[in-house]
């Protein structure tokens, strides 16, 4: 670099190398990282501590529906060794107590700010870094910000008229406070039944009083098979950690099942039969992520798994009424997140249990006694919202983001997110969305996902310091020819055509009722590749300045 233009880097010398939002799995990881670099780098937590989704989400049953040994970070062998997981799907505060443990032993809590809401980012296009504005009034510069602010962190709910009308305990589930919440002998209601309704529904069952739940539609769920890890299966695990990330590494999703590759019609009948029996009495996602591969892709196949996964909700609810309110009749197996449950329909077989389909009465209002739905009134001491989130690109809509040229990220992104390679979008320079959409991460077993971008991120960084480069942006090309890329991924799969957080039809959100291309279905090894490539390539698509 020539002496006039170290000078004038100094002159505009941003407060930080990077700024990244998010203590949460990937900000902690990417921290980690860059303070081995040696690189200048401050954390803003809009929590009060580390933990991001764990932190929060606090409600009644929240566990892993990952093998909990292929959710922890993979970087360090003796973080691996000394870690002990107690059950093979971890419980919430066993998740939370991890990321607290990582945090101290690896001494990142000092570089971390906690209850710091980012309330805009602002690139300065002379300068060339950002302006980070802060809720409490601070405002912080940095050559670079990284967000890890999560794909599930933006809640929805009040798209319910009366929410704040509600005298007694409400929260929606992503806000379920640290002290606990006494539900024994409670009138309880749930609205919603994905994968965090159905958690909360099984959990709290057989506590409280009474339990009303709200159903606008089915899921299709699958048995969990939880259970503790003995001393025998602890050992085992510890000795084998190379192979599980190894086998991680070579499946679509980054978790331990992979696609079976037969043809469903290939094999004859009694064969699947019995392969299917054994997947739905195997633990975890293996129903979904480890069925034939074809199951996913091909609607006659999708149908006859359908078939023989609603004949088990039948064989599992008492009241053949109630039993078919839950088989979903809108889409086929797997087509959208498949809840891991844990005797959820068992629930129903309850006196105490209730379930009300809102299609047939739906929810007028929330009154300040309970709810009212087009049938009657019903009175509750406590309501649950499970009702999701704004997926993906709610949290970035939620912070002020404006690019090189007084470009809007909400206004670029109102139609659906264009990025290359889900880790950077043109006009908005030095900006890199870890865990953003169209990203290899958003559609994988979280942390193994997140390693691959963090990693690549952080090579980005060093190839950035070594050539002197003050900013690095996407040419539009590029972005164009990834979100093509990301659109053909989508249509191999059947999820296409399910209206659900993937596929940006999202029912919880107003207005989002047209395909968004929010997630990465290519698989993580092709993602990787496709990363590797790049990088190798000096970064083809990107620009440096
Ligand atoms: P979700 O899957 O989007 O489910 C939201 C539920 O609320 C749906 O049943 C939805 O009905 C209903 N709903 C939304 N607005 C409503 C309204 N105004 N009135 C009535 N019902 C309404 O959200 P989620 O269950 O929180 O799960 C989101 C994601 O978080 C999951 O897909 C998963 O990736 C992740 N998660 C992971 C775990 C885990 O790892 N163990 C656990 C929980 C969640 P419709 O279906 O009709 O829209």
């Keep these: 670099m020539a002496e006039g233009e170290r000078r004038m880097d100094e002159h505009v010398a941003p407060q930080h190398d990077v700024i990244i939002v998010g203590a949460g799995v990937c900000g902690i990881y990417q921290l980690y990282r860059l303070l081995e670099l040696g690189v200048d ?139 606990p919440i006494e539900l024994e002998g409670k009138k309880v209601a749930v609205i919603g039944t994905g994968a965090t309704g159905v958690q909360v529904i099984s959990e709290s069952a057989d506590k409280v009083g009474e339990l009303t739940v709200f159903q606008r539609r089915p899921n299709w769920c699958a048995p969990l098979h939880n259970s503790p890890i ?16 190894e086998r991680c590494r070579q499946t679509p999703g980054g978790f331990i099942h992979g696609p079976d590759r037969r043809k469903l019609f290939e094999v004859p009948e009694e064969e699947r039969l019995a392969f299917w029996e054994e997947l739905y009495a195997s633990p975890g996602f293996g129903v979904w992520l480890g ?107 939620r912070i002020e983001f404006t690019g090189a040229n007084g470009a809007s990220l909400r206004d670029k992104w109102r139609d659906g997110p264009a990025t290359y390679l889900g880790m950077q979008t043109a006009g908005f320079p030095n900006l890199i969305t870890l865990a953003g959409p169209q990203g290899g991460s958003v559609s994988t077993n979280f942390p193994r996902g997140i390693e691959d971008a963090v990693d690549w991120a952080t090579e980005l960084v060093t190839y950035l310091h070594d050539h002197g480069y003050r900013s690095v942006e996407p040419t539009p090309e590029a972005e164009e020819e990834w979100t093509e890329h990301v659109k053909e991924m989508y249509a191999l799969l059947l999820l296409s055509k399910a209206k659900s957080w993937f596929t940006g039809y999202n029912s919880n959100v107003e207005g989002h009722d047209k395909p968004r291309y929010l997630i990465y279905n290519g698989g993580a090894p092709r993602y990787r590749k496709r990363l590797a490539e790049v990088a190798a390539n000096d970064y083809e698509g990107f620009v440096f300045g």
Excluded at 90 to 98: I, K, V
């Design 41 to 179: 780098v401050t954390v803003l937590e809009a929590g009060g501590d580390v933990g991001g989704t764990w932190y929060w989400n606090r409600y009644p049953g929240a566990r892993f529906d990952s093998e909990s040994y292929t959710y922890g970070y993979s970087f360090s062998k003796e973080l691996l060794d000394e870690w002990d997981w107690s059950e093979h799907f971890a419980g919430q505060p066993e998740t939370l107590r991890y990321l607290n443990h990582v945090v101290d032993k690896f001494d990142l809590r000092p570089h971390m700010q906690f209850d710091c809401k980012v309330r805009a980012a602002t690139f300065d296009n002379e300068a060339r870094y950002w302006r980070v504005a802060l809720e409490d009034g601070r405002a912080l510069t940095s050559r670079l910000l990284l967000t890890a602010i999560g794909m599930l962190s933006a809640p929805t709910m009040r798209t319910i008229e009366g929410v704040d009308d509600f005298e007694g305990v409400s929260f929606h589930t992503y806000n379920w406070p640290a002290e």
């Design 230 to 245: 003995d001393d025998e299966a602890q050992a085992r695990i510890k000795a084998s950690y190379d192979q599980i990330f």
């Design 291 to 397: 069925n034939f591969r074809d199951v996913l892709m091909d609607e006659d196949a999708n149908a006859e798994f359908t078939s023989f996964i609603a004949d088990k909700i039948r064989g599992r609810v008492h009241d053949p009424v109630v039993a078919e309110k839950l088989v979903p009749k809108d889409h086929g197996f797997g087509t959208r997140r498949v809840p891991m449950e844990t005797r959820y329909y068992e629930a129903y077989n309850r006196d105490n249990v209730d379930l009300v389909d809102i299609n047939e009465t739906p929810i007028e209002r929330v009154t300040p006694t309970g709810l009212r739905t087009s049938g009657r009134d019903y009175e509750f001491d406590v309501i649950v919202y499970a009702t999701g989130f704004d997926a993906v690109t709610g949290a970035f809509d």
